[in-house]
């Protein structure tokens, strides 16, 4: 089964940067539309940004155009999302999710069938 590992959240003020990383072992995510979720405290889960599986069309929630951009390397099988300008109300629990019912970018829930453990990403001075 596809498992997903994501790393590299953490504390950061606010203006500050951080890279997320989607990482896929024993299973290729070539043929797998990918998706950033995050959950806050107390709020449901959104999506965040997604990309087709080719790479060539990607999608973004209004709250983070502009700041936020996804990016797949599928020669080291990982999904990236680089998140700049971070605000306090960025912070939430990320998720990288796996769709095998779409090539699109598409951040429609329901759609992504493999999900990670989450990253935590507070943003706070």
């Known amino acids: 089964q596809l498992q997903l590992v994501e790393s590299g959240g953490g504390l950061v003020q606010p203006g500050g940067s951080l890279r997320l990383s989607c990482a896929a072992s024993e299973f290729t995510l070539d043929y797998y539309a990918i998706g950033w979720f995050r959950q806050a405290p107390g709020k449901e889960r959104e999506g965040v940004s997604c990309i087709s599986s080719s790479g060539e069309s990607t999608n973004y929630a209004d709250s983070v155009k502009g700041r936020f951009t996804i990016s797949r390397d599928n020669a080291k099988n990982t999904v990236y999302l680089q998140m700049n300008s971070l605000k306090p109300e960025d912070t939430a629990v990320y998720y990288c999710?796996?769709?095998?019912?779409?090539?699109?970018?598409?951040?429609?829930?329901?759609?992504?069938?493999?999900w990670g453990q989450g990253t935590q990403v507070t943003v706070s001075s």
């Open positions: 999710a796996a769709s095998d019912l779409t090539v699109q970018a598409m951040c429609v829930m329901s759609l992504y069938d493999y």
